[in-house]
């Protein structure tokens, strides 16, 4: 369930839209409908919004094939300002925006190991190996505890990186 159709359970008068999302997006990427191109749609939306989740992230680190690949904080910061500009320059006056952190990928394959080790009679890795489920965060090897300490580094600095421009943006809106 998504945050906005949480929001619609919990008040009628809520209302919202899913339109700009697609699975698979990247903050970074403009051929994977990066923040820039989805602040965009929203703007080009039929009712604007006054509030805006962002939850952007996950996918520029489950996208990369090695951890070499993982976009820099440059890269990622860019990619932030280019969404951010986008919606403070377009959204209505009072609008708020909301940016959700970047998911513990680092995370992932622990948490499916504990359930498949559990009761569940789910059996995560190959349901990973079957659907491309984040293949370097979930992926065995010996390379593993370095893979995925380099993972939660980048994932951190990310969230880093959104935390001091969410003070910086929300600076302008106030002064």
């Known amino acids: 369930t998504s945050i906005v159709d949480r929001y619609i359970q919990l008040d009628s008068q809520v209302t919202g839209g899913k339109a700009a999302s697609a699975s698979g997006s990247e903050m970074t990427d403009l051929a994977k409908n990066n923040f820039a191109t989805q602040a965009s749609a929203i703007l080009n939306s039929a009712t ?3 509030r805006v989740f962002v939850e952007l992230g996950g996918n520029d680190i489950c996208n990369r094939a090695t951890t070499a690949d993982l976009y820099t904080d440059g890269q990622w910061e860019t ?3 280019g969404g951010l500009d986008v ?3 377009g959204l209505p006056n009072g609008s708020t925006v909301l940016l959700v952190s970047v998911p513990r990928v680092q995370d992932l394959r622990a948490a499916g ?3 498949q080790t ?3 009679g ?5 349901f990973w190996a079957s659907y491309d489920v984040c293949r370097i965060g979930t992926a065995a090897g010996a390379d593993l505890p370095t893979r995925l300490a380099s993972i939660g580094v980048r994932q951190r600095a990310y969230n880093d990186k959104l935390v001091a421009l969410a003070g910086e943006y ?3 809106a106030l002064s």
């Open 118 to 120: 559990s009761t569940s």
């Open 113 to 115: 190991i504990a359930k």
């Open 87 to 89: 919606l403070t320059e």
């Open 48 to 50: 604007q919004p006054v």
């Open 79 to 81: 990619a932030v300002r």
């Open 122 to 126: 789910v059996n995560c890795e190959n």
């Open 170 to 172: 929300n600076g302008r």
